[in-house]
């Protein structure tokens, strides 16, 4: 009865290649080249990024430190360094010490699962360009993400100010309001590759890239992805005009530096989510992938490289380009737009693969996009037409209210008066003597202080007397 089963195991064991684990020395080799990856890249896009927006604000940029002002990150990081350290006496030192080595941690973490490339010949062992292939990588990510957030909300919490308190309070709300957001957005990606496997991802992706077909997962995560890492035109925890700096206002030295490294890296890392799960990964274009050897040997990490340095560029364009967003506008655009819109693009997506019509999803994606944006559209005019109502109601209050306007008496509305109660309400000084404008100190009464708003005016005795009758 078992003989079957024994055999067909038998023949998987057979056929199934046999697993070769990294030597300790390599492990080692690639966790310090991510590490010193992140840190290079770093202080390439803090050049990059000021070099951009110099560019498009028809300026030069940084170009005195080192040549074309290469250096100037690495610069910046040594005058970091050496600023005093200082902690506030309110602070609870412990937490205030360990907040930013949390979101920096992270930071680096999330990027072990982001594969270069294909298995590749290192010093004769064959291995993959990635630090681990997990079967449950994106769920890391998702994990590593949220651990960053903690960082944030301690430091603000353990700073024993008001204004870090209030940015870690809003930043803590932004960063889980599109974490929702970006982790349904890897929805559609599972069921298209079947897996949570990163590398089964990429492989996934080799006839058609997830742009295709997963363009509203595409569109949402584009959007999320910005929010998350609180970048320009989300950079709303660190607006000046209303939060001082943010989190970090009590951090100096090098605690300051590993919140902004935490911000870089995080920048970084979802741009090589991005370009893993929807971009091909390491897969080079269309026009390339027709030569034969674009997708073998080290030529993999040229094509990740690129569409990587893209999509950081688009961040610099976004923060060069769009001014920032009320809090308010924020929030409603994750909450009433970017998750409800997921949830039925992961339904519809269900359905067409129950049915067996996942090629439609390449024309259904950028209809629903289309009709996503109408909706935010008409939805924000709407909001502006009842705030304009509004304004005119509350304008016509304040003219004077006649009853008769139409042809036939009506009563009042709420906070309309009669043109009697009107010119009740109204203040008339009273003339002291002979006539002339009223004189400093002279006695001031209000029509209307009776019930029937009959006013008793006795100036002759210049006592200024209100009769209730």
Request: no cysteine; aromatic share 12%.
């Amino acid at each position: 009865m078992n003989a079957p089963i024994i055999a067909a195991a038998h023949l998987v064991a057979v056929l199934r290649p046999p697993t070769t684990r990294d030597l300790w020395w390599l492990i080692i080799a690639k966790a310090l080249f991510v590490f010193v990856f992140l840190v290079l890249m770093t202080l390439f896009m803090i050049w990059a990024e000021r070099r951009v927006v110099a560019r498009m604000q028809q300026r030069l940029g940084p170009n005195r430190v080192g040549p074309f002002g290469l250096v100037q990150g690495l610069a910046d990081g040594i005058k970091l360094a050496l600023k005093e350290d200082m902690i506030p006496a309110a602070a609870d030192k412990i937490v205030y010490i360990l907040a930013p080595i949390i979101s920096a941690i992270p930071a680096f973490l999330a990027f072990a699962v982001i594969p270069f490339g294909p298995t590749v010949s290192i010093f004769g062992r064959h291995t993959g360009l990635q630090l681990t292939d997990l079967p449950v990588s994106v769920l890391f990510i998702l994990a590593m993400s949220s651990m960053g957030i903690y960082g944030i909300v301690l430091a603000g919490w353990s700073s024993g100010s008001t204004y870090p308190l209030l940015g870690g309070i809003r930043s803590s709300a932004q960063m889980i309001s599109y974490e929702v957001a970006m982790g349904l957005s890897f929805v559609g990606v599972f069921l298209s590759a079947g897996s949570l496997q990163v590398s089964v991802i990429v492989a996934s992706q080799q006839q058609r890239w997830g742009i295709l077909t997963e363009f509203v997962s595409f569109a949402i995560y584009a959007i999320s992805m910005v929010g998350e890492t609180n970048r320009a035109p989300f950079d709303l925890p660190e607006a000046e005009g209303e939060l001082v700096g943010g989190f970090n206002t009590e951090y100096t030295s090098l605690k300051f530096a590993l919140f902004y490294l935490a911000e870089y890296i995080n920048m970084i890392t979802v741009s090589a989510i991005m370009t893993t799960l929807f971009l091909g990964g390491w897969r080079a274009p269309v026009p390339i992938s027709w030569w034969s050897a674009a997708n073998t040997g080290w030529w993999p990490v040229l094509w990740f490289m690129i569409k990587l340095l893209l999509v950081l560029f688009v961040f610099v364009w976004l923060r060069g380009t769009l001014p920032r967003l009320r809090y308010d506008q924020f929030m409603k655009l994750g909450w009433k737009i970017l998750i409800p819109a997921n949830l039925v693009w992961i339904l519809l997506e269900a359905a067409l693969k129950v049915l067996d019509r996942r090629q439609d999803l390449v024309i259904l994606g950028p209809i629903f996009v289309v009709g996503l944006g109408i909706v935010f559209i008409w939805g924000d005019r709407n909001e502006q037409r009842s705030k304009r109502l509004e304004e005119e109601f509350e304008a016509a209050r304040s003219l004077p209210f006649d009853p008769f306007a139409g042809g036939f008496p009506i009563p009042p509305l709420p906070g309309q008066l009669l043109p009697s109660q009107q010119l009740a309400q109204v203040a008339v000084p009273v003339a002291v003597g002979s006539g002339g404008a009223p004189r400093h100190g002279d006695d001031v009464i209000s029509h209307g202080a009776g019930t029937d708003g009959s006013v008793s005016d006795d100036a002759g005795s210049g006592s200024g007397e209100v009769s209730g009758d």
